[in-house]
């Protein structure tokens, strides 16, 4: 205040002298050290001196600021400049914010080895206590009880420890004989301070009060009042116990390894607790405390799943489901590694022009004698050598209409097609669907004129029959090789062979045979012996026994690889047929399969697209509003529909039957096929057929004894069939048989209604003359009263001259009585006719 003071100016005086003012505040700061020590330190705060800026000079108007002229410097404008600048500022911000964080986790961590030091030392201090306490126990005489006391801390050292001194004082009690035990131990006894007057020994009879206050110890039975209580060993306990939950809960600090877990859409507790390297009974515990009872086995959406991952201290990395399909087919392989493969041949035609036939004749083998009634109803795949050493891959498609999907897996992954034609039939309609099916799959067609040894067959005829399908063979100026053969003969197949050989030449196929496999599945079957058996056509790569294969939602470890000859294989090459076992369950024809590297992989696969299935299976708003439509037929009786169930000896027939079974029928009624698999008949078949009231079609398979014996005890029709035409043919005769007959109405005559009688037995009768046509007894009449139908219905009498006759032709009178109609008036118009019904057929 006195500096204050002498630097105020004088009173009348206008002027302030000239003084410097104080920069500094002083003032006093107290420091606190260790056993209760304190310092006042005088401490002096600088103050910053604010000088106050001198007038710049007027910039020249050609002068550019900083940011112009970097601007200038740099070709950008002053804002991009200006938001350049401001990304630097920012980039440095987070950087030094990132050191702060790190020297905070540093300090953290720090700070939990020194919890972790400490709580080591204090197990280590309190087994040194036990161990103390038992030596006493043994070394105390057995005349005198004293109690035993408490060894507290670690020994002290050597230089620590003084010669006891003896104590003169009367009251003191002599030294125990036990501390010597304890002294030579390293232990030391506590005892009470010693105070200015003389300690007094401790008193035998001691006050309850003071018991009761405090938990009896070792200390406390041999200190005084003055005496200190100690921390028990159960507190001790308690202490150690909590701290071990707080390092071992999920919630708590425990210096672990941050992960960054991949998320999908769904994943069970047992996969994320691997991606985390967590427990599960953690994570169970976790989602128990949430108010979620779940299993390993349960499965969580993507929001629980981060949620979790961020409690347990791992970082998110949220993935789509579908990215788990990524990298299961492989891109193609560089042109290099690449090495020439046999071509892949699929023989396409209409029904019984000689496509298995031929393929025999090349085989010289005989399969067709083997297909029931003659006919290919599955996809057969061959391999020939040729006496050149050339290797060809065949594969038989049926050309019956109901495998016309079939046909277009056989057509999707071929080279070459060999179009089948007998001479003495032409070109049929399945002919025309193979031709469809070899374009869209853009494969080159050659032409095989079958049947050639047969008399008056013309092959210029079917060449020329061709020409509409845009089909131009060579020899009338066109691309596409024709070649005559005789199947029966055995004539022609060295030029079908050398065509193919040509024609696979200027395709220059090639596949990369070292590397994993993939390739397709032609046809499945569950075998009685072997199990699942997936017949596949290995494209690139070679498949192995014992690799892991993911085929649709089939996956498993190849346990043998038998080729067209059921000859075991240890590997297939590119464009070998095989038959692989090991699989889960049936794969459906045309999947593509290929090798993955781990179980998991597969798991992971074949659950993603078995939930993709059944979540297709949900309803749709455009499926739900045609479902409501067909409940609403069902209800109104004019839908009807027949369940069927199939079974079948491969995938491939089943799947043929039900696509021809939904072809047959119309919107009255139709058949509806409620299951359909490989495999014999068994008795879960039975009691599903029972429960929905469907019949069981068996395809090439048959029933074991007890599912017969269910069957005839639940009154379950089992209809077996080998040809597929007999099963078309059932189902659409059944249909048949449920559509409502077709009415057909006959004009009969008029007649006019003269007077009305009142008959007491019968009731009202019109006296009728009949204008037109006949009217007879029994037939449908409908009344028009000024030509509005005001009722039909049939006629309950028909009298002449009080007589009852059965019909009355024109001009003459009669008599009319309606059934259960009374409503006759003078003057109304009587129609009269029949109805006929005849049986109604399917399209």
Known sequence: MSDTKDTDPPAGSGRKPLTIKRTTGAGTVRQSFSHGRTKAVVVEKKRRRVVAPKDKPTADKDELSPEQKAAKALGLSEEEVVRRHKAIEANKAEEAEREAQKVADEEARRERELADRKALEDERRRKEEEEAVRVVEKTRPSSSKPSVPVIDGPPPPPDELAPPTRRSDKGAAKKPAFDDALEELGGRVKSKKAGPGPSKAPVKGRQEPDRKRRKLTIVSALDDEGGERQRSIAALKRAREKERQRRTTGGGDRGKVMREVVVPEAITVQELANRMAERVADIVKYLMKQGQMVRGVDTLDADTAELIVEEFGHKVKRVSEADVEEGFLTEDDLDENKTSRPPIVTVMGHVDHGKTSLLDALRETDVAAGEAGGITQHIGAYQVKLKSGDRITFIDTPGHAAFSAMRARGANFTDIVILVVAADDGVMPQTIEAIHHAKAANAPIIIAVNKMDKPGADATKVLQDLLQHEIVVEAMGGEVQAIEVSALKRTGLDTLTEAISLQAEILELKANAERSAEGVVIESKLDKGRGPVATVLVQRGTLKRGDIVVAGSAWGRIRALVDERNRQITEAGPSAPAEILGLDEPPEPGEPIAVVDTEARARELTDYRDRKRRDSGVVT???????????????????????????????????????????????????????????????????????????????????????????????????????????????????????????????????????????????????????????????????????????????????????????????????????????????????????????????
Do not use: W
């Open 621 to 843: 708003p455009g499926a739900a509003a045609s479902l409501e439509q067909m409940m609403a037929k069902l209800k109104d009786k004019s839908a009807t529909e027949v369940p069927v169930l199939v079974k079948a000896d491969v995938l491939g027939s089943a799947e043929a039957i039900s696509q021809a079974l939904d072809k047959v029928g119309n919107e009255e009624v139709k058949a509806r096929v409620i299951h359909q698999a490989v495999g014999g008949v068994n008795e879960s078949d039975v009691l599903l057929a029972k429960s929905s009231g469907a019949p069981i079609f068996a395809f090439n398979v048959r029933a074991n004894k007890q599912a017969r014996n269910l069957a005839e005890q639940e009154k379950v029709e089992i209809r077996y069939y080998s040809v597929i035409y007999n099963v078309i043919d059932d189902v659409r005769a059944t249909l048949e048989g449920l559509l409502p007959p077709e009415k057909r109405e006959t004009f009969l005559g008029y007649a006019e209604v003269l007077e009305i009688f009142n008959v007491s037995k019968t009731g009202k009768v019109a006296g009728c003359r009949v204008t037109e046509g006949v009217v007879r007894r029994g037939c449908g009449v409908r009344l028009l009263r000024d030509d509005v139908v005001v009722h039909e219905g049939e006629l309950s009498t028909l009298k002449r001259f009080k007589d009852e006759v059965p019909e009355v032709k024109s001009g003459m009178e009669c008599g009319m009585g309606f059934i259960g109609y009374q409503d006759l008036q003078k003057g109304d118009q009587i129609e009269c006719f029949t109805v006929t019904e005849f049986e109604r057929k399917l399209d």
